[in-house]
Structures are given as structure tokens and as C-alpha cells.
């Protein structure tokens, strides 16, 4: 039961190109995905600087997702 | 109260109105046709009741002469008569409505928002039957065309009605799916599959009513009389001419076709009969919208190229008032979107702006039904002037797509346009969390947290632009590419047209005859004479592309000749490398003499000695498409295989032809032509994907055997001719793709920017696509879409400029050590370290930049920064994620 | 205006306001081209404007 109660906060750097894009489609096909992820867009995920992962575990994400 | 013409009058509304939130213009106006006092001189309330005194009924029909050099005809479509739909019983049964009824009771901004309900009673259909081909593909109804987008939309309907309510039985009773365009095969297959969509293959004789319920009667494939009672009975309209074509002919001095269409020619499918005067659009011919904005492009072009010299000459140039000063203190105005029920179904509009209130330095919030209609940008100007808004945040769809009218708002409003930041809670929240409306609330409110953060820290950034090389680059010497170059040499343009085989003319050079009538070997002299003796065109055949680099505005292209290589330089790029006939390893193609490929069988027509001795043929449909070989329709077959049955029986009137198909494609007004051949006795015998026709040896001669769904047994003919419809495949295009870094799709054709809205351009700003390249299509489409591609690629060549988008980096020269990370890592080639005071300092190139960041990601010192996502604004983003 | 006797008007009209209209109109404006975009109705979009979602992409209309 435990393990079904826990909803990891996940935070995600999408590229504006692809990942975000493809996150649109996602939307656009309407398939549906857990609630669990925030994202923030970049331009590129090369833009990702490593202080960013880790201010990202710091500030209480349990996972952190790069999408490029 | 009067019916809302807008909502197919499913709904009431008032004589001064708006037809919808999102109209442009977005004032109010009234219908004079409904207007108490225009028509009865009475009433008059809305004169004092309008506060701003903005109805004056003195006003009057103004006559205006406008002085132009070109005129473009896009009048679109008109109705099926109410009378045809009256055989199927509308006007008389409240539950069968037309295909455009159905579309706004479908709206979320409809008369029952979006909920899906009969009219008769308000219920929910559970058993909804679409009846297609109405007022299509009938002479009986004046209409013997094909409307080209019904089978479209009626997938698109039922697929909508099946997301909104699973349970409900949908039917589709259809003659041909003619789901022929790119993509289309594909999608109509995944509708049918995953919503188990049921398509009847009859055309239903009556609608009956029978207690709450609608009776259909119909015959089945195998000729049986069947009955079904349907909740709701959606009737796919076709579309007509428009109702003023005739009085717009006579002012307009251009001649129509028979059914009151613009007429035009197949090799000039954009130019009406009189010079000056183009057409684009259903007007044209019933189309889908794709279609519709190609040929839009495309007479835009046109017109462009006859009025080369006059260019520029009556612009007014959009003024922009000043930036204003901002306040170091931020002020932010957050704005939720509905989206009609695209979001607010979801997601509780209400509390995401209570929410946003809380948040530090907002002070302004306001949700809207549709933030992107004019009105809302009106409301956000007002927010802004009113309450000293200095940064704007909208929550909303995606800003892949609606970023710039919100930036462009801020401008109009005298706001740097990169104080503005967007929060996707549609596509990426309420789309995809469609049944957990709580959780998506609370991510939409965490999204936005995040947005207002990073929205604190935005600062102004400087409008960039480059200068383009006025210069263009036609891959491809076919039928597209020529076309292309010559629309983008008569806009006044030097065009490099580079084929890489020894000859122009492609594919055109093998066809002898079209549907139509036209010929191909002049069009292809002519074509051919005006490239090569244009003198801003230089041709080279036998020339491939090596390398290209650099950018939109700034291309750089190595040619290999045949005398060496050459670098040539351009600003645009456009892509018409074509397709070819696809090779069969099946029907015993290359095996046996007697079976060809369509355009072999062209080739032999072309001789009527030869073509006289044939008796009897069988050609085989979808031989190469719908299927294993190739998964999509290759969309100009069918037309093709009419084509050479009409000259068979016109060589030898007594031949036998014989037309298997899966579904006849013959849209638009090529339905004409299928007719004519059903009528000279061409056999046309459909037969299933499961169950193809078996070629077979026989000695010296061949044999065919087809199941015939009608007679209900197997059929052994013995033709002298079996002609295979092999369908088309796209050239070898995989290096170019990747010198152009532009994407293919899976079945090699390149794929565009947008399908509907950007059907000729591609992901790379600057590359334009068109011809077989894009998809297979008959040859009026590939110059349709030439000229299109011309067109586009001509807009930056005569701006003269191209606009940078602001997220390029920049190097604070202060921090900078000249270690030289970055230019190491870019793969642009777009920072370099130059000498400042003896130091080595690295400086962006702005026109090369993208804004990847991988530079500022690396810098140690942290010197580099990137407009729009600084490390502060990511970091603040971050942090609001956590709450920390 | 004030064009010299017998040049070319810099011009265009184009006569409906749907998505092809629209779409001739701002390629015009966008190539240097004054155009008069002439719609009989209240509102452009024309047919477009009425649809709910595109095929195949279902994709909203407006």
C-alpha cells in the first residue's frame, strides 16, 4: 500500500524542439500520463547546466527527467 | 431573438452580434436581415443602450473603387440545396443534421457546449449513422463530383464523438473512402481500429421515422436489403459551388466550369481564365484546407510575379509605438485560459486564478474563455496600461504555437515582447490528465508558480535582424522544381536550379497524356525553354548537392558538376526532389511480358497501332499501395488507371478493361472521368486487402483470378495486359535530409512545418518543400504546391531581412576568461574567441545562434547568458518547483 | 498612391476571407504587396471558423 500511496514529484527540462514537441503531440493524441511532472522548457537540453539536476534534488524532486 | 446563423441556427442569438469570441473584426455588428428598424423602422433600443454611442443607423452602403494589379478569387464553398437533403429526410426529422450542424454540437463553443445531444430531445444519441456522399458523386442532385473532404471529416466527427462518449455506435455508410491525402490512409485506419468505428460500404435509399428512432434502409456489399434504426443521422454534405459564382464570373470576367466552379486548366491550376485574376481554394474545386492554403500561397505568388516591379510600392510599414520604461519592481498580470472546454473542462479555471493572486509580485489575474481571441488582447492591453503591468504571464495552450501573437500584443502595447513568459496547461496538462481533474488543477498551479518565478527575473532584449542573400537554390529539375524556379526568377529572384540527372523534366518526360487532355511534351517544352532561358536562372544537370551550411538569409551550398565543384550562395532553399514509380516483386511484374506498370501502359497507348491490337486488360489497384510494399495511398493512381482505360476504349472502343480497386479515388471533378468510364463499359470490381487478385503463368499468356463480392465466386480471366497501379515512392532523399537538417517522415517523403497551416514549409526556417517530395499527387497539385513553395520562399528574398528570435546567447565580456569551452562545444560554429585589448573574449554570432545554451551550460565562469533563460530565470524556476 | 501613368498598382484585392483568402492576403502583405481582403460576411474564418477540430491531427480549427 505504501508503495501505491507514493507520488514522486518529477521534475522534467524539455527541449523546445523535440521533447517539448512531442509532449505537445501528446496532448494533441490525447494520451493520458500520471500528473507527475513539471517541466521547464528550454531551447535545448545542452542548455541543462549540472547545478540545475542538482538544485533540482535540493529543492525535493525524486526524480529528475531530461527530455531532448 | 434570432437564429445564430454561426451555430448552423441550432441556437439563438440577437441581431447586433458577434459570430464568436474569436471573430475578426471583433466589434459587434448587426444583421440587416434580422434588424427590426432596418426592416421595420421600429425598435431603436440598442442606440441608447450601447454606453460607448457606437450605433449609427445613418450610416451607409459606400461604393469604394480600388485601383489593383491582381485579384484573387477565394470565395470558398457553397450548399447542398436543402431539397437534395430532403431525400434523406432533413427538414422533416429533427435528428438528422448536417455534417456542419454536427460540427458545432461537437464545439465546445456550440449551442450545447460541446455535449453531444439530439436535437429532437435533448438526449444522448447512442447509435449515430453519418450517410456520406450527399450531394456528391450524384448527378440526380446536379452535383456528379466528388467533394473531396467528407470522408475526412466524417472520421474526424466520429472520432470526436467516440473521445467525448465511447459507448456510442457510430456507422459510417460510404461508397469509396477516398482518405487519399498524406497521412490520411493512416489515421482514418487508426480511427477505425481504435474506436472500432463500423464503415458500411452502401448508399442508404431512405430514412424513415420509427418511434423516437430514425430507420435506415440500404443494401449491403453483397446485395442484400438490410434496416437499422439510428438515435441521429449526420448527413456529409458535400460542397458546392458558392451560391454568387455566377454574378461573381460576370464581374470578375473569368469563366466557370460546368458545375459552377472557377474553371481552370490542369497545368495552370491557379489561374483563372482571365490574365490577372487567380483562384485559390474550394472555389477551384472542392478541397481540404491544406489544399486550400497551397493554392493560397501559390496565387499569392502569382500575383506577386506578375506585379514584380510594382513591389513594395503601396506598402504601409506596421509602426510599433516605443518601448516604454519599466519599473525595477515587477508587476505581473497572469492570465488563465479556458480554452473553451479544453481546459476549463478539466481544470478549475477559478482556483489556478485565485492561486495565482497569492503569488509574489502579481497584481493583476483574469481568466478568459479564449485568451487568444482579439478581445482578450484588448483586455490584456487595457491590464497592462491600467495596471502598470510589466511582465505578463498567460496560461494557456503551447507557445510553440501561440507565443508570438502574445509578444506581438506586448508590442502593440509598447512592452518589450520578451517580458513574457507562457504556462502550457493544455497540451501538457489538461489534455493529458483529462480524468484526474484534481491533480491536473494542482499541476497547473504549480506550472504557473513556476512561470510567475522566472517572470520576475525577465528583462528586455533587443530586436535582431540579418540580411538575407536575395538568391534561391531548386533541388530538383521535374515538373515541381521548374515551376518553382521560374515563379521565384518572375518575382525577380536569381535562382540556382541544380537536377542531378543529364535532363529536366522528370517524371513529366514519360507522361503522354493527362485526364484532362492536356499535353504533357509541350508543357514540359515550354517549361523547360523558360528555365533554361531565364536569365536569373542558371541551370546545372548532372549536378549533385555536396555540402550546404549556414542558415536562413545566409546558405552556403557546395555543387558537384561535372566540370568540378562549385560554391554557390543563397538565402533560401527549395526542396523538389520528386519521386519515381515504385518496382513490384509481386503479379509477376519483370516476370511476365504481359504485365506492366501504368505508365508502361501510357507508353504503348501513346502508339495506336499497338494500343488496337489490345482486347482485353486487368489492372490491378493499390498493387504497390495500402499495403505491404508501401503503407500509405499513393493518391494519383486511380486517376491514372481512368486515364489510360478512357484511351483504350477511345483506340479500341471494343477492349475489355477490367479495374480492380480497393476504393476508387477519384475525388473532385476526376469523379467526372470514372463515370465516363463506368458508362463506356469499364468493369470496376472492388476487391478486400485480405483477398487480392492471384496472377498467374499460363504458358505463353497469364492468368487472373479475383474474388467478385457481387456474384459471390471466383473469376478466371485471361487479358492480354495486366497493368499494375505500383504507386509512387520518393527519391533517394536521406543525405540531402541530413545536409538540410530537415526531418523525413517514416516513409521517406519530407515532412512539413505544419499540415494544415505550413504545408510548403519546413522545420528549417528558410527550406520550402514540394512535388512528390512532399507526398505522391497529381501533377496540378505538385505546380499548385510549386508555385506555393515559390511563393514562400520568396517572402524573406523580398523582405530582404530575416528577424532573429531573441534567445540567442550573449557574452558578459567582463567574466569572460577566453578559455574557449564554448567555442570548442558549439555546434553551430556560432561563438568565437576574438582579441579585445590584447585578451581573448568570446562573441556570439548572432545570425548562427539557435539558443541551445550549450555554451552557457559549460562556461565556468558563467559568463554566458541566453535570452529568455538565464541561470537566474531557470534557477528561480527550479526553486518554485520545490517551493524553496 | 500617386503612381506614375500606366505602372503596375502594388495592389492586390482578394475576394473571400476563409483560411484561403486569409492565408493569399498575409503572403501578399508579407511580399510587399497592399491588399484589400474583401469578405461579405461579418467576421473572416469562413468555413474554418465553424469547424471544431482538423482532421487528421484533430487539432483545434480556430
Redesign the interface.
Known amino acids: 500500500m505504501a508503495q501505491d500511496s507514493f507520488k514522486p514529484k518529477i521534475l522534467g527540462f524539455l527541449c523546445n524542439w523535440c521533447c517539448y514537441a512531442a509532449a505537445d503531440s501528446a496532448g494533441v493524441g490525447r494520451y493520458q500520463y500520471p500528473p507527475n511532472l513539471r517541466t521547464i522548457r528550454l531551447m535545448c537540453t545542452g542548455r541543462i547546466d549540472p547545478m540545475f539536476i542538482i538544485e533540482g534534488f535540493v529543492c525535493g524532486a525524486d526524480g529528475i527527467f531530461a527530455g531532448g | 431573438m434570432i437564429s445564430d446563423n454561426?451555430n448552423?441556427d441550432l441556437a439563438i442569438t440577437r441581431a447586433p452580434h458577434?459570430?464568436?469570441p474569436?471573430?475578426?473584426?471583433a466589434s459587434f455588428?448587426i444583421d440587416p436581415k434580422k434588424c427590426l428598424f432596418l426592416n421595420y423602422e421600429t425598435c431603436q433600443i440598442c442606440i441608447p443602450t450601447c454606453q460607448a454611442k457606437a450605433i449609427d443607423f445613418s450610416q451607409k452602403e459606400e461604393r469604394l473603387d480600388?485601383?489593383?494589379?491582381?485579384?484573387?478569387?477565394?470565395?470558398?464553398?457553397g450548399r447542398i440545396s436543402d431539397k437534395v437533403l430532403a431525400r434523406y429526410g432533413y427538414g422533416h426529422f429533427p435528428d438528422v443534421v448536417t455534417s456542419?450542424e454536427f460540427?458545432?454540437i461537437?464545439?465546445?463553443s456550440?449551442p450545447s457546449r460541446?455535449e453531444i445531444i439530439r436535437p429532437s430531445d435533448g438526449k444522448h444519441p447512442q447509435k449515430i449513422a453519418f450517410l456520406q456522399c450527399i450531394g456528391s458523386r450524384d448527378i440526380t442532385s446536379g452535383n456528379g463530383y466528388c467533394s473531396s473532404v467528407c470522408c475526412?471529416?466524417a472520421?474526424?466527427e466520429a472520432?470526436?464523438v467516440k473521445?467525448h462518449a465511447p459507448d456510442v455506435d457510430i456507422s459510417i455508410f460510404y461508397m469509396d473512402m477516398r482518405t487519399a491525402g498524406k497521412?490520411?490512409d493512416?489515421?482514418?485506419q487508426r480511427a477505425r481500429d481504435t474506436h472500432h468505428l463500423r464503415f458500411i460500404r452502401s448508399r442508404v435509399a431512405e430514412v424513415r421515422e420509427r418511434g423516437d428512432k430514425l430507420r435506415l434502409s440500404y443494401a449491403d456489399s453483397e446485395g442484400n436489403h438490410r434496416e437499422d434504426d439510428f438515435d441521429m443521422v449526420v448527413l456529409s454534405v458535400g460542397l458546392e459551388s458558392p451560391e454568387d459564382a455566377q454574378s461573381?464570373a460576370r464581374t470578375?470576367g473569368i469563366k466557370l466550369n460546368q458545375y459552377d466552379f472557377c474553371d481552370t486548366k490542369a497545368f495552370l491550376p491557379l489561374d483563372a481564365s482571365r490574365p490577372g485574376v487567380y483562384v485559390?481554394?474550394?472555389?477551384q474545386g472542392p478541397k481540404?484546407?491544406p489544399e486550400?492554403?497551397m493554392?493560397?500561397?501559390g496565387?499569392?505568388?502569382a500575383?506577386?510575379e506578375?506585379?514584380r516591379?510594382?513591389?513594395?510600392?503601396?506598402?504601409?510599414r506596421k509602426e510599433y509605438p516605443s518601448e516604454m520604461g519599466i519599473a525595477k519592481e515587477p508587476r505581473i498580470g497572469v492570465f488563465v485560459c479556458h480554452?473553451g472546454i479544453?481546459i476549463g473542462g478539466v481544470i478549475d479555471i477559478t482556483e489556478v486564478a485565485k492561486y495565482a493572486q497569492t503569488l509574489k509580485d502579481v497584481v493583476f489575474v483574469d481568466d478568459s474563455l479564449?485568451s487568444?481571441s482579439q478581445d482578450s488582447q484588448k483586455v490584456i492591453k487595457d491590464a497592462i496600461k491600467e495596471h502598470n503591468l510589466n511582465r505578463v504571464v498567460v496560461a494557456a495552450c503551447?507557445?510553440?504555437t501561440h507565443e508570438p501573437l502574445f509578444q506581438e500584443t506586448l508590442r502593440d502595447i509598447g512592452l518589450n515582447r520578451c517580458l513574457f513568459e507562457m504556462v502550457?496547461i493544455?497540451?501538457?496538462?489538461s489534455?493529458?490528465?483529462?480524468?484526474?481533474p484534481e491533480?491536473?488543477t494542482?499541476?497547473a498551479k504549480?506550472?504557473v508558480r513556476?512561470a510567475v518565478a522566472k517572470a520576475r527575473l525577465l528583462y528586455p532584449l533587443p530586436e535582431q535582424t540579418v540580411p538575407v542573400i536575395p538568391k534561391a537554390l531548386v533541388i530538383g529539375g521535374g515538373i515541381a522544381g521548374m515551376t518553382a524556379a521560374s515563379s521565384i526568377a518572375e518575382?525577380g529572384f536569381e535562382c540556382f536550379l541544380v537536377e542531378n540527372s543529364a535532363q529536366l523534366g522528370g517524371n513529366l518526360r514519360r507522361l503522354k497524356t493527362t485526364l484532362t487532355g492536356e499535353d504533357p511534351g509541350q508543357l514540359l517544352n515550354e517549361v523547360e525553354a523558360r528555365v533554361r532561358n531565364h536569365p536569373r536562372i542558371r541551370v546545372y544537370t548532372n549536378t549533385q548537392i555536396e555540402n550546404v551550411s549556414g542558415y536562413i538569409g545566409n546558405f552556403a551550398s557546395t555543387l558537384s558538376t561535372e566540370t568540378g565543384s562549385e560554391v554557390i550562395e543563397h538565402g533560401v532553399v527549395v526542396v523538389a526532389t520528386g519521386g519515381r514509380e515504385h518496382r513490384l516483386n509481386k503479379y509477376l511484374y519483370g516476370q511476365s511480358k504481359h504485365v506492366l506498370t501504368q505508365l508502361e501502359l501510357e507508353e504503348i497507348l501513346s502508339a495506336p497501332e499497338k494500343a488496337k491490337k489490345i482486347n482485353e486488360v486487368v489492372m490491378i489497384q493499390c498493387a504497390g499501395s495500402r499495403g505491404d510494399d508501401l503503407s500509405y495511398c499513393s493518391k494519383l493512381c486511380c486517376g491514372q488507371a481512368v486515364k489510360n482505360a478512357l484511351r483504350l476504349k477511345e483506340l479500341n472502343p471494343a477492349a475489355s478493361i477490367y479495374v480492380l480497386y480497393r476504393d476508387v479515388r477519384t475525388y473532385g471533378f476526376m469523379e467526372d472521368y470514372y463515370r465516363e468510364a463506368r458508362e463506356k463499359g469499364v468493369v470496376f470490381i472492388k476487391y478486400e486487402k485480405e483477398n487480392p487478385p492471384v496472377v498467374m503463368p499460363n504458358d505463353d499468356k497469364i492468368t487472373v483470378e479475383f474474388m467478385d463480392v457481387l456474384l459471390g465466386e471466383k473469376v478466371k480471366l485471361e487479358p492480354d495486359l495486366v497493368a499494375l497501379s505500383v504507386g509512387i515512392v520518393p527519391n533517394e532523399v536521406e543525405e540531402l535530409a541530413k545536409l538540410l537538417k530537415i526531418p523525413l517522415n517514416q516513409e521517406n517523403f519530407f515532412l512539413e512545418a505544419h499540415?494544415?497551416l505550413r504545408p510548403v514549409e519546413m522545420?528549417v526556417s528558410g527550406v520550402y518543400v514540394c512535388g512528390l517530395a512532399h507526398s505522391p499527387k497529381p501533377i496540378d497539385e505538385s505546380i499548385g504546391q510549386a508555385r506555393a513553395a515559390a511563393?514562400?520562399a520568396?517572402?524573406p528574398l523580398?523582405?530582404g531581412f530575416v528577424a532573429v528570435e531573441p534567445?540567442v546567447s550573449s557574452v558578459g565580456k567582463d567574466k569572460c576568461i577566453g578559455c574557449g569551452i564554448c567555442e570548442s562545444l558549439c555546434p553551430y560554429k556560432a561563438i568565437h574567441l576574438i582579441k579585445v585589448d590584447k585578451k581573448k573574449k568570446a562573441e556570439t554570432i548572432t545570425a548562427s545562434c539557435?539558443?541551445?545554451?550549450?555554451c552557457?551550460?559549460h562556461c565556468p565562469t558563467l559568463a554566458i547568458s541566453?535570452g529568455g533563460?538565464t541561470?537566474e530565470e531557470?534557477?528561480a524556476?527550479?526553486?518554485a518547483?520545490?517551493?524553496? | 498612391m500617386g503612381r506614375e501613368h500606366g505602372a503596375k498598382s502594388g495592389a492586390v484585392l482578394v475576394v473571400g476571407g476563409g483560411v484561403a483568402g486569409v492565408q493569399a492576403a498575409l503572403d501578399l502583405a508579407e511580399m510587399g504587396f497592399h491588399v484589400y481582403l474583401v469578405e461579405k460576411s461579418a467576421s473572416i474564418g469562413g468555413a474554418m471558423a465553424r469547424l471544431d477540430k482538423t482532421f487528421p491531427t484533430n487539432d483545434c480549427a480556430l
Open positions: 454561426y448552423e458577434k459570430d464568436y474569436q471573430a475578426v473584426p455588428y480600388l485601383s489593383v494589379g491582381a485579384v484573387i478569387l477565394a470565395p470558398g464553398f456542419l460540427e458545432r461537437m464545439c465546445a456550440g460541446g475526412m471529416y472520421v474526424k472520432t470526436v473521445e497521412g490520411f493512416a489515421s482514418r461573381l470578375a485559390a481554394g474550394a472555389f481540404d484546407i486550400s492554403v493554392q493560397a500561397i496565387s499569392a505568388a500575383a506577386a506578375i506585379l516591379e510594382a513591389r513594395g510600392t503601396e506598402v504601409i480554452c479544453n479564449y487568444c503551447t507557445p510553440r502550457n493544455r497540451d501538457q496538462c489534455w493529458v490528465h483529462a480524468h484526474e491533480e491536473a494542482s499541476k504549480d506550472l513556476m518575382q499540415v494544415k522545420a511563393g514562400k520568396c517572402v523580398s523582405k534567445i539557435k539558443g541551445c545554451g550549450i552557457a551550460a541566453m533563460f541561470n531557470i534557477m524556476q527550479i526553486r518547483f520545490g517551493q524553496c
